[in-house]
């Protein structure tokens, strides 16, 4: 699963839509969906604040894989 595609389910597990994401993240609701269609990527930051935001516990959950 990509990116985009790990954080929308993860959002939507967790009924947030991308406006009350971004405000937790923060980030722009606009952010928050150019990284779910692919049209962003994902920086370090962003993608840890998202991880911390959506309670994936580090795992790397949010991209698909797991990390180091």
Known sequence: MDFGAALRRLRTERGLST???ADRVPCSKTAVND????RRPPTHALASALD?????????????SARG
């Open 35 to 38: 990284l779910e269609t692919g």
């Open 19 to 21: 406006r009350q994401l």
């Open 52 to 64: 911390t935001a959506l309670s994936a516990g580090g795992t790397g959950r949010v991209g698909g």
